[in-house]
């Protein structure tokens, strides 16, 4: 497995306007206090179009759109969109570019020397051969994989000192990481996020998301739930975050777990990488069961 670390403007352009639109519910709120901090006030035009964009941005799946496609794989996005959106879409879309340009230029004069410190850091770290080795065992035994040769490209965006996050929402090469102002003493838990990240593109499809499915009867929100407590009781604080990079671990893996929650979420999660085993039916039950003493 190799990881390729990628500054694009372009992508960072996207992330920047429609994280502002709030078009969805995990936008970063935090972001949008600090920039509009920085940037100072937006005139009504600039918010009406943000308005319009956000309302564009519904129509239109949540990830992997034509909107991640034109703007993080291609190099001319306008051009990819105009083939691709109604002509008054296009049109509202690329307004609300024209209209942000010169805020966005600010702020990423900002980040971008942030961004390549970033980019040089991880360079030399995630392609570490004995950390990814032992990594892939474990994921490989866990998700019933086999995965060893995969390109992975990480586009770096926006964050602020005290939030970072990540996304696999480009297409099935791709993940995002939020890093340009997290402290590099943090490098860790970036690193954490990547492979939590990875999890969620490479490895939770082939077997264990159907599992789950089959599990909750077709039940997406539960499964969704169920997948995305146990990749983070894996990276970036669960037990593959503190084995292989010494992260403290989580407090809460989820808003609605409690602390014991957690710990006992742990310490499952533990027992089958302790034994080499995969994620199971029994696995599921026994979650359920930790779920349930809330």
Known sequence: MKFKIIISRWANFYFFVQ??????FSNRKEYNILWR??????SMEEEDILKQ??????????????????????????????????????????NAFLLLENKFNSLYAKDLPLLHSWQKALAKIANDEQFINTALTSLNSLFKTSIREKDIDIYLLFSTTEHTGGGANINNYSISVESSRYPLEKLNHVIGIIWHET?????QNQYFYPLLMEYFSEDRQSADFINEVTIGALFPKGMMGIRLLK?????RLSPEF???????????????????KRLDEDYLKRLELIIKKA
């Open 19 to 24: 994280n502002l639109s709030e078009w969805h």
């Open 247 to 251: 992260n403290k671990p989580t407090a």
């Open 199 to 203: 999890i969620h593109l490479v490895f």
């Open 258 to 276: 409690n602390i014991e929650q957690t710990t006992q979420t742990l310490n499952l999660i533990k027992e089958y990488l302790d034994q080499n």
């Open 53 to 94: 964009f956000r309302e564009i941005r519904l129509k239109y799946p949540q990830s992997r759109s034509c909107f991640e496609s034109a703007f993080f794989l291609s190099e001319d996005p306008f051009s990819k969109l105009s083939d691709i959106l109604p002509t008054t879409q296009y049109q509202i879309t690329k």
């Open 37 to 42: 901090k920085e940037l100072g006030v937006f």
